[in-house]
């Protein structure tokens, strides 16, 4: 079973507008959530997280959105540039002391 | 640069070799973190790890897979006997003792099983 689901495979968007991923998680003990994006070849790259006491948090053109009652987050790309064409990871955690749970990834491709 | 650092990137093993993979988590952190991620696949957790203790290896196989983190030197994920279905990329995480949450990833592992 999944519990971090990434229903979105890929997202195509054009440079300047903005980015919208989401992510669904079903295990309502989780309280960490956490955006990580990955080029190819790379590790990935921790970019933005969230605790379940907050509803959004802001960090440059990056903000992540937490919809606890509808066990939703997304993350919102704007402006989007072409540099950001990567997969992007949603995980999450329960209180810090278990692993990251992490969704199939977002393939995002940003068009010039 | 003090990142988290895999060796080898890439490792090719014929079926029943052993194949052993190297992490050196980021300085100044004591948690490190081994995932496997299979082809189109997300990230699946295999073991959490401090300074010689194992703190959960709930998504280890039970067989042929082990892990150790010793006092001295990196962590080492070991893989006996190799299967063509062990192959995947394997990427290594470390976090801080206080921010557990918060893990930062090596480039991987790319097992090749011939």
């Known amino acids: 079973d999944q519990q971090v689901k990434q229903n979105s495979p890929s997202l195509s968007v054009q440079e300047g507008r903005i980015s919208i991923l989401n992510c669904d998680y079903t295990?309502?003990?989780?309280?960490?959530f956490l955006w990580y994006k990955k080029y190819p070849a790379e590790g990935p790259t921790f970019l933005i997280s969230?605790?379940?006491?907050?509803d959004k948090n802001e960090d440059g053109r990056f903000t992540v959105f937490l919809n606890k009652s509808a066990k939703h987050l997304s993350l919102h790309i704007v402006p989007s540039q072409p540099g950001d064409s990567a997969v992007y990871f949603c995980?999450?955690?329960?209180?810090?002391?278990?692993?990251?749970?992490f969704g199939k990834g977002t393939r995002l491709s940003v068009i010039a | 640069n003090a990142g988290v650092m895999q060796n080898p990137r890439h490792l090719v093993r014929r079926r029943g070799q052993e194949a052993r993979l190297r992490c050196s988590p980021m300085k100044g952190h004591s948690h490190v973190y081994w995932y496997r991620q299979l082809p189109e696949e997300g990230l699946k957790f295999m073991v959490y790890l401090q300074k010689e203790n194992i703190i959960d290896e709930s998504g280890m196989p039970k067989e042929r897979f082990s892990a150790e983190f010793p006092k001295e030197g990196p962590s080492i994920l070991r893989i006996q006997q190799v299967v063509r279905g062990d192959s995947a990329a394997y990427f290594c995480a470390s976090s801080l003792a206080q921010a557990k949450n918060i893990q930062y990833f090596g480039a991987g592992t790319r097992l090749s099983v011939l």
């Open positions: 995980a999450a955690s329960e209180s810090g002391n278990t692993p990251l749970v």
């Open positions: 295990n309502s003990m989780f309280d960490y």
């Open positions: 969230i605790s379940s006491i907050k």
